[in-house]
């Protein structure tokens, strides 16, 4: 039997068309489908729906809810579920969406490309064919699909604004990569199989502040923050976990931070490998006024974590706690 596929278009450059304004999405997922050679469409019964027609610059938190929506809507209907998407922010909606409808017995499959499927050399039809047979691996999870590798939802990340090779694994091996032997599965990398049935968790706060910090940035950024009533921030403090002290005190802003309620997570700018805050004073430092380790997650997991957790609690000790679990393969925990 064909494996039903519900394939959501959001828009991206997939579906982007020249206009004088420049490339903007115009095609509909129909007409993405329709490009897609009549032997692979052959192999599966795709069903399309159009939920959004972006730009992903321009999808937002509300984007995110309604995706997560039309995905648990359709979780008992289609064997796998493939997401059309822009790659800018292609990472941030795997992370989320890994949380947002964790434990989804059905792969989801975000895919997109870095030239309009239209143009002769768009990497958008290949693209789209591996999302296609993703989704019909029967992998419960979300993923992204692009240049011939599969990479777990929250460990993806956009390193590339040309090539094709647009997306890393982070910290985790790739879920899944063609060869002449098709699609092989790293069963290692996969997701742990929910025991649990999946429940919609899609409330949030966009209240989440991200802070690169540069050397002699003014901590007085924080008071600002709080001010704004952001409700959390993540720091990308340097190397494997440091912030500075001496003549501008980042730590005491921590602790205001903490006294004001707000979760603070510290990463680092470091792409690759765990930081940990408890290796340099400067970092120690930090751990004392209560921030919470951000560990080997991306930023882009890290941010939506934090957006998602205090979506689900008002109470920072609880924030803390959904940071000491791996909700969707973000984190590994020693
Ligand atoms: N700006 C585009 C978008 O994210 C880029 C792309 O899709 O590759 O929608």
């Known amino acids: 039997m064909k494996k039903r596929i519900l394939l959501l278009a959001t828009g991206g450059t997939i579906a982007s068309q020249p206009t004088e304004e420049g490339l903007a999405p115009g095609l509909d997922g129909a007409a993405l489908a329709s490009l897609l050679p009549e032997s692979v469409l052959a192999r599966y019964e795709v069903t399309v729906r159009d939920i959004l027609r972006l730009d992903s610059s321009n999808i937002q938190p509300e984007e995110w809810q309604l995706i997560a929506r039309r995905v648990f809507e359709a979780r008992e209907d289609y064997d796998g579920i493939v997401i059309t998407h822009g790659t800018d922010t292609m990472a941030y909606t795997a992370s989320i969406l890994s949380v947002m409808v964790r434990g989804i017995p059905i792969p989801v499959v975000l895919t997109g490309a870095q030239l309009p499927i239209e143009h002769p050399l768009s990497d958008g039809e290949e693209n789209l064919r591996l999302a296609l047979a993703m989704a019909e691996s029967g992998v419960g999870g979300v993923f992204v699909a692009f240049d011939r590798k599969v990479i777990l939802g929250t460990r993806a990340v956009k390193t590339r604004t040309t090539g094709f090779d647009a997306f890393e694994s982070v910290n985790w091996p790739y879920v899944a990569q063609v060869s002449g032997n098709g699609l092989n599965l790293n069963d290692g990398a996969l997701p742990a199989r929910s025991e649990s049935p999946c ?136």
């Open 199 to 334: 429940v919609l968790r899609d409330a949030l706060s966009p209240r989440v502040f991200l802070m690169k910090l540069t050397p002699g940035v003014d901590p007085e950024l924080f008071d600002m923050l709080l001010q704004m009533h952001y409700r959390g921030i993540v720091i990308e403090a340097f190397g494997a976990g440091g912030l500075h002290f001496v003549r501008r005190d980042l730590v005491a802003k921590l602790q205001a931070a903490a006294q004001a309620g707000v979760s603070v997570v510290v990463c680092s700018q470091c792409l690759y490998e765990p930081s940990n805050f408890s290796v340099y004073e400067v970092g120690r430092r930090a751990l004392e006024q209560g921030v919470i380790q951000g560990l080997d997650m991306t930023t882009e997991a890290a941010v939506t974590k934090l957006m998602w957790a205090l979506g689900q609690t008002e109470d920072p000790a609880e924030v803390r706690r959904y940071f000491q679990r791996c909700l969707a393969g973000e984190v590994a925990l020693s």
